[in-house]
Structures are given as structure tokens and as C-alpha cells.
């Protein structure tokens, strides 16, 4: 009968009852039993396992290397909601780390992590997400100058889902507000690496890991090893696609006023309603690169207003301003 294998025992020290008798099946050549290395090693090159290893996070440098001058900023927050300006952030993670012109990753060095009482109790939805629970942030307070130390020399900040994140980080601290940042949901092509999604659970498993997820340190580290994979060759590194695209401006195109019976064009193009109520135009809009600008008002003027004249209003964004509420 097959052995099954539970890979994700609990801990390294107590080992599951089946790993400990195929440690005792399966010797070296000499006799010796098969350390865990050895043994993932074995079933790896039989072609029939997929293992996931612990993440275990980047220590932090004592003397950060001098040839990765820039520095970034992973940032992960645990709210009682999704609305920046009702709800509240209940946890706060911050991983720092340098960076090169290139893109490649080099040494973390600083980490940061506080929970925070909120003025109403959590919702029992986010204790179940997160594991937070309203005895856990009693007392607690977020401290800004330990978040702010890691923040204020940051070149890029970046967070799985900016236009989630910094709203709730802008709102908390202006340490946050006048910096650039980076969305490693959507500056990322993860469809063409081979990822089957951009949610941090399926990046962190399909690069061969696993973790503690919904805890914000825990996430910043899992995000940052995901994005330091690949580095051996330049084409793969994600984390270089990241900061190119950062540096990169782009285009939201309003299509204010386009007729009714247009919508489901929009809609179908990947346009997205505004209501108005954050300040932006009442209507249809768009992001995009800034060099398919011309393109998309050509589909506009020809299909939409049928027009010629038509001059939709554009805002360009760059890293600065983007993902901003």
C-alpha cells in the first residue's frame, strides 16, 4: 500500500508518525537514515511528489550590502473592513529592504509589526480571516516610530493590492502619504510566469512554499520571497518587473458622457463605474499604459461617441499618485 505523507506537519521537532517510519525505512547507502532534506529530495525526483517547505523569513542584516543602494518597503495591513474611511487597521506588517537599478532584491533590514484596538469590536468575519480577536489588540497601539523608520527613507513601498492597502496607510500616518508605490496584484504579469492566480496563497504554493497567511508580517515576508524568486536570470526576476512598471506613467480615460445604450461596450472592454462620490468624473473609466492612450481614443471616438471630436478627460498617474483612494 502507498505511504501518504502529511508534508505539513506541525513542527520540525515533533515529525508526523509516517515520516518518522519512512526515515527509518529509507537509509543511504552507508546505512544512515535519510535526513528531512534527503527524503524531500527522493520523493522530488520521482516525479509523483510537489513538496511545500516552511517559509522561513530573510533574517535582517547587520551591515546591508553597499552595491544595493535603494531601498523598498513591503507593507500588509489586517483591517475591520474594506472601507478606508469607516473601518480601521487592526494590524500593521512592514519588511525593509534594499534593492538595486536592476531590480534585484538584496538584504532586509528592518521588520515591524503592531497590532491596534480599534474603537469598535472586530467582526467576528475578520477574527475568522485573520485570527485577530478583540483580547488579542486590547491595549494595543500601533508604533509609529518604529513604522516610521522603516517608511520615510523607502524608495518604493509595495503591497499585494495597493489600491486596497494605501488608502488605509494614507489614512492612518502621513509617513505614507507623498511616497511612491507599487501593486504586486497588478504591475505583475503572474499569468505569463506560469501562476494559476495572483492571490498571495496560490504565489507563495506554486513557488513551493507555505506559511501563516493573513498575519501581516508573515505576508510581507511570503510577498517578498515571491518576488525575490527568479533573480539567477533577469528575465524571470519579478521583483525587477515590479519596479519597471512602477517607474512607468499611466492613463485613466473617463468616458464621461458616452450614450447609455454604450455601457455594456465599456463594461466589456474592461471599463469600470465611478459614481462620482470619490471625487473622480461620473462615468466609465479606464487605466492603461500611457503609449495605448492614442489607440483607446480612436475605440472611443469610432465606437462610442462616434465623433470625431470627442475629447474624453484623461488624468496620467505615476507611481506617486497611484492606487491613491
Known sequence: MALQLDMFAPSP?????????????????????????????HLEESGNYRILRRLIPRPVAVFPRAEFPRNGVIVDTETTGLNHR???????GAIAFTFD?????GDVTGVYGG??????????????????????????????TQLRALVEPADLVIAHNAAFDRPFCEAFSPVFAGKPWACSVSEIDWASRGFEGTKLGYLIG???????????????????EVLA?????????????LYEASQRSRARIFAEHSPFDMKDHL??????????????????WIELAEDAVDEELGYLRSEIYRWDEADPPIKRLTAFDRFKA
Open 267 to 284: 463594461k466589456a472592454r474592461g471599463y469600470r463605474w465611478s459614481d462620482g462620490s470619490d471625487g473622480r468624473p461620473k462615468s466609465w
Open 101 to 105: 537599478e536592476a531590480g534585484i532584491v
Open 86 to 92: 469607516n473601518d480601521e487597521i487592526i494590524e500593521i
Open 13 to 41: 521537532a515533533e515529525p508526523d508518525a509516517n515520516v518518522v517510519r519512512l526515515r527509518s525505512e529509507m537509509k543511504r547507502r552507508d546505512g544512515r537514515p535519510l535526513s528531512d532534506e534527503d527524503m524531500v529530495r
Open 115 to 144: 497590532l491596534q484596538q480599534p474603537t469598535a469590536s472586530i467582526p467576528s468575519e475578520i477574527t475568522r480571516l485573520t485570527g485577530i480577536t478583540d483580547e488579542m489588540v486590547a491595549g494595543q497601539v500601533i508604533d509609529t
Open 206 to 224: 506554486q513557488a513551493g512554499y507555505f506559511h501563516d497567511g493573513h498575519r501581516a508580517v508573515d505576508d510581507c515576508f511570503a510577498l517578498l
Open 229 to 241: 524568486q527568479g533573480e539567477a536570470e533577469a528575465r524571470q526576476a519579478r521583483f525587477a518587473e
